[in-house]
């Protein structure tokens, strides 16, 4: 039996996952959480084969949490088939990523495929990432960039982030420029739609 962790902060998405991948023979799902911060001690008390994770999901992303399980088989699974995030979950050691829009019959082959030792990516995204290419921006750049995006003004960025107002102008003035936008506002939303913040 392959054993399965599923974290999903959507409890409808979450259960339905799990009811889907029990009807496999050789699959159980042994865990399932809803906040990413959650998903460590989960593993750790379950001990699954592979983790299947949401990207966005209070207290810690996916992504993040990726990072933190290396070592273990961590497939994303989400809504947002964005190359920029499948770029940094492959940064962060995933073996996979499947947007939610597959048929269930894919997640349940990526999860044995995964356990197998390869890597899945789904197709049309893979091909879009290559197309968008890697993110432009600096780690500083999209930490601005994300502040940025709910229209705070550059004093209060400044102050929440403890940088200088200039140094504030200074990040989103070169964010604007990599994205290709006019203005912050777009800036943010061309980084968010390409998964780059």
Known sequence: MIRV?????????RGGLAALLNLEADIEVVAEVGRGDLVAAAAAEHRPDVVLLDIEMPGMSGLEVAERLRGHRVVIVTTFGR????RRALDAGAAGFVVKDAPA???????RRVMAGERVIDP????SAREVGPSP????EREV????GDGSTVADLAAGLFLSEGTVRNYLSSAIGKTGARNRAEAVHVAHSRGWL
């Not at 921006?137 to 500083?140: K, S």
């Open 5 to 13: 962790l599923i974290a999903d902060d959507q409890e409808l998405v």
């Open 83 to 86: 190359p920029g995030y499948l």
């Open 105 to 111: 019959a894919e997640l349940a082959e990526a999860v």
């Open 124 to 127: 049309k995204l893979a091909t």
């Open 137 to 140: 921006l600096t780690p500083r």
């Open 145 to 148: 960039l994300r502040a940025a």
